[in-house]
């Protein structure tokens, strides 16, 4: 049955081909924005047509983001309703459920997963929603309700905050849907234990993307020492110390995710080689030069210096500035892990960049391995922004 909604138009000049191949997103410049376009609800679901009013598809609508479309399901007379959104929760923890043995990992994530805007981490028993997208906003109740029926988790959270948000013309709210959460919650991972604030920590409480990454950068710490600079909640430090590290320092500007990485060294039985620092990673890592401090394994992993477009230069900056700071810490034939979460530098830039800077501190080095985000964290072949994480292991020379 047809459902009665709304219907938006490409423009001729718009790439229907793209859409058509499997591009989730509609620009607000390639449809026909008249009056009735323009007084459509944020978050609305309309029908999608070609110029030539051909039905491509059943979208989502934002008139106030320049992403104005987002396409739901290529069937036009899909119902977006409750048994769709448990659907598409249940296939994407089909893929989770075969590759991890233990219920911690994103759940969803976002148009990779056929949910536009949605993530969704899951810690155990709970699940923390982030709805990014006007469409997800409005069906936010219903999405807790599909996420439970489909995994069996008794407390949903929904973590709206964020950049993508705000572009969506959307608030922020951080807020405990279904069931309780009394405090942190423990996640198991990579031999680590680690402490994930859910309602107050960065994001969803943990970055579940790098693990992988941390997995690698452990089978190189074995007897070392280590420093993690932008360490979190102990990300790389406390996987090196699970795999046998001598020592990991843990360096972080927020007081709180570094208490969080102390509790989780305490949990996994090394807290007697676990120190942190508080501080800004730039002037931490020119103190540490100034000591002439060295470190066996060398790993920074900022924010995202590249946000967008428009920060991509001075991004780029910051990632070699930060190469080429922490390249003099690594000891001779030691190794230097430098990450990056921005989707706009692209590996290529970012391998450059690394590479320039760890040139103007006058080491050489071998690029030995490229990390990404872990399975968990698909990538949608169309959307480039889809695969955002970066992640270069090398070895510096004498």
């Known amino acids: 049955m047809t459902q009665t909604r709304p219907t938006i138009r490409l423009r001729p000049k718009a790439n229907a081909r793209a859409i058509r191949h499997g591009f989730p997103w509609v620009y607000d410049n390639e449809l026909v924005t008249d009056r009735r376009t323009k007084a459509l609800t ?24 320049r992403i104005m479309a987002r ?72 999405l807790a309700d599909a996420v439970i029926a489909a995994t069996g988790v008794t407390t949903v959270v929904k973590n709206a905050s964020g950049r993508s948000r705000a572009l969506e013309g959307l608030g922020e709210e951080t807020v405990v849907m279904r069931g309780t959460l009394d ?34 950068a452990a089978t190189l710490s074995r007897g070392a020492r280590v420093l993690d600079v932008f360490s979190h909640v102990g990300g790389f430090g406390l996987a090196a110390l699970a795999a046998g590290a001598e020592s990991a320092m843990a360096v ?15 949990l996994g039985g090394v807290a007697d080689k676990f120190t942190t620092c508080k501080g800004d990673a730039f002037g931490v890592l020119e103190a540490l030069q100034d000591e002439d401090a060295k470190f066996d394994v060398v790993v920074c992993d900022p924010p995202a210096f590249a946000p967008s477009k428009k920060a991509l230069e001075a991004g780029l900056r910051a990632y070699e500035r930060i190469a080429r700071l922490a390249a003099p810490l690594v000891a001779p034939g030691g190794y230097l892990v430098l990450c990056s979460c921005s989707h706009a530098a692209d590996l290529t830039k970012f391998r450059n960049s690394s590479a320039r800077g760890i040139g103007r501190a006058g080491r050489s080095a071998q690029l030995i391995h490229t990390g990404y985000a872990g399975p968990d964290h698909p990538q949608l072949p169309q959307l480039a922004e889809s695969g955002y994480l970066k992640a270069l292991f090398f070895r510096l020379d004498g």
């Not at 991890?100 to 155990?124: K, M, N, S, T």
């Not at 972080?252 to 305490?266: C, I, K, M, R």
Request: overall charge negative.
């Open 42 to 65: 944020p978050g609305m679901i309309a029908t999608l047509e070609d110029n030539e009013r051909t039905p491509m598809g059943t979208v989502a609508v934002n008139t106030g983001s």
């Open 71 to 142: 396409m739901l399901d290529r069937d036009p007379e899909a119902v977006i309703d409750g048994a769709w959104l448990q659907a598409r929760i249940a296939r994407a923890l089909a893929h989770r459920a075969r590759i991890y043995d233990a219920p911690f990992y994103r759940l969803v994530h976002a148009e990779a997963d056929g949910l536009p805007g949605i993530i969704i981490d899951r810690f155990g028993d709970v699940a923390v929603i982030q709805p990014n997208a006007a469409w997800a906003d409005v069906l936010v109740e219903e």
């Open 183 to 216: 405090g942190p919650v423990n996640v198991p991972m990579n031999g680590a234990i680690y402490v994930a604030d859910i309602l107050g920590g960065q994001k969803t409480g943990l970055f579940f993307d790098q693990r992988p990454n941390h997995a690698f």
């Open 252 to 266: 972080d500007g927020s007081a709180p995710a570094l208490a969080l990485a102390e509790q989780g060294a305490e």
